[in-house]
């Protein structure tokens, strides 16, 4: 447990201590806290950890590898000047209704030498712009559409193309369950599709044979036209002999006794004493769409987390053991942040740079507006806001 967890647990026992005590009198108070204890205790017994099992993915194109002892790698640190670049995207919605969404988008980049980030850059380190997506009939069928308008006219060309923008409302990539995909989560794809690009021209102009880029998340492609762009990247990258990564916040893995993957590998891992930094290659992905290695990566000795970090499979099979402790030796220097332990600081300055707040959605919605006010379509637009924000209303409503 990092120091920040142990102030959040701290935190909410005193909110409830503090809680049981200015509210003894209520009976259901009590009666939560025992539901509540309960429910852990059921489900105490119901996550048997006997039984590790193996990683289990359900997807025959990935070949996954059994865990023991012997699969652990334990990170050699060899000093390197690789240098790392980490790619992250943000956006948000500012204005919405059941047939378009406006979003502001940002993609930040940064690179770094272990602990230390490189100043200067040939492109822009931030990428913002608008996107609106919006639905069509055609085909006999709703499509939705997306138009992308950057804040600086010179950073048009690191958009996608709109034309890649256009996805069919009942494809199963973008639904939830039966129901026609929502708005708002095909227009989050255009942030997605745009890392890929920016990610393309962070190679081109920025690295050097050797140095690495990391994406934030997998280097899987889920959306229709999306491979594009990665095969895009992998043609760029190999060319200038650029390794392609990513390491993803969280995971949903599973092993075939219904665990957590890394909660699992790190459970093998303390069974086993397993000690310092280390990397562990759990499977191996050989789709057209996700052909990469998995490893379950500890960065940070002091750290009690573990990463999901994949790696371009062919580019993968090319490393040496000393170049790949190469890289990993970048990214433990880049995961001694004090604040989180274990998870590279090239990745939480990513986010932070990319990120889009609240208070920026309301001055973004202010400038929106104003203008649908100044073509004085207000008319036009409100009617179609009005079937979707009921629930924000009654939000505000009950405080």
Same mark, same amino acid.
């Given at each position: ?23 003894a009198e209520r009976e259901d108070v009590f009666m939560s806290v025992e ?95 608008? #996107? ?13 559409? =997306?138009? *992308? ?43 997605? $599709? ?27 492609? =889920? $959306? ?26 969280? #995971? ?21 004493? @397993? ?11 050989? #789709? ?7 490893? *379950? ?9 573990? %990463? ?7 580019? %993968?099979?090319?490393? #040496? ?18 604040? %989180? ?25 202010? @400038? ?12 036009? $637009? ?18």
């Open positions: 447990m990092n120091q920040v967890e142990g102030r959040l647990i701290g935190y909410h026992t005193s909110s409830l201590d503090n809680l049981l005590r200015h509210t539901a509540a204890r309960r429910l852990v205790q059921n489900l105490d017994v119901k996550i048997r950890e006997d039984e590790l099992g193996n990683p289990f993915f359900g997807d025959p194109s990935v070949r996954p590898f059994p865990l023991k002892r012997e699969g652990f790698r334990l990170v050699n640190l060899i000093k390197s000047p690789r240098k790392v670049a980490f790619i992250d995207g943000g956006n948000q919605e500012i204005l919405g209704a059941p047939n378009f969404s406006i979003q502001v988008n940002r993609i930040y980049f940064a690179i770094w030498i272990g602990k230390e980030r490189r100043s200067e850059q040939q492109i822009p380190k931030r990428l913002e712009f608008f #996107s609106a997506t919006y639905s069509n009939f055609r085909n006999n069928g709703i499509y939705y559409d =997306t138009t *992308v308008v950057p804040t600086k006219k010179d950073q048009a060309t690191f958009l996608p193309d709109e034309k890649d923008l256009s996805f069919n409302s009942l494809d199963r990539r973008v639904t939830v369950g039966t129901q026609r995909a929502d708005i708002e989560l095909v227009s989050s794809i255009t942030r997605r $599709f745009s890392e890929w690009e920016f990610a393309c021209h962070v190679v081109e102009n920025e690295l050097e044979p050797g140095d690495v880029i990391i994406m934030d998340g997998t280097l899987q492609t =889920t $959306f229709a036209n999306e491979y594009k762009y990665l095969t895009k990247l992998y043609k760029i990258a190999q060319k200038k002999e650029i390794i392609v990564t990513g390491l993803s916040k969280t #995971s949903t893995l599973f092993t075939d006794t219904g665990l957590s993957l890394l909660g699992a590998v790190n459970k093998l891992a303390d069974e086993c004493k @397993i000690e310092g930094e280390w990397y562990y290659p759990v499977a191996e992905a050989t #789709s057209k769409d996700h052909n990469v290695m998995i490893l *379950v990566v500890k960065l940070n000795k002091i750290s009690d987390r573990v %990463f999901r970090y994949e790696i371009q499979r062919d580019q %993968f099979k090319q490393l #040496s053991e000393p170049q790949l402790n190469e890289i990993l030796t970048q990214l433990i220097n880049n995961s001694t942040d004090a604040t %989180f332990p274990g998870y590279p600081y090239g990745l939480i300055d990513a986010d932070r740079f990319a990120r889009v707040s609240y208070d920026e959605v309301e001055y973004y919605r202010g @400038i929106v507006l104003s203008q649908i006010s100044n073509l004085g379509r207000w008319g036009k $637009f409100a009617r179609h806001i009005l079937a979707k924000d009921s629930h924000s209303i009654l939000n505000m409503l009950v405080g």
